[in-house]
């Protein structure tokens, strides 16, 4: 699976008419970056200690999803 690098990815929140960070990342390495419905999702790698570079042995994947007032976050790990 090649490497994907996207840009950073910073998502502001609006609370009493101002905007502040609610999610950011500036510089790991991400597999995929895609939306699904009103959520965004982020595969980066995860290596185990005796993992070479070429082969992970898992995937974290990060759900990112507004609830109408604040993102709400979940991550899921699997095997690769």
């Known amino acids: 699976m090649p490497y994907v690098s996207p840009p950073p990815t910073v998502q502001s929140s609006r609370v009493f008419n101002e905007h502040a960070i609610a999610y950011a990342r500036l510089n790991d390495a991400v597999l995929a970056l895609r939306t ?8 980066e790698p995860k290596y185990a200690r005796t993992d070479p570079n070429c082969c992970l042995s898992q995937i974290r ?3 990112i999803h507004w609830t109408g007032s604040r993102f709400k976050t ?3 790990v699997r095997r690769a």
């Open 36 to 43: 699904s419905g009103r959520d965004l999702v982020e595969r």
């Open 61 to 63: 994947e990060r759900r």
């Open 74 to 76: 979940t991550v899921r």
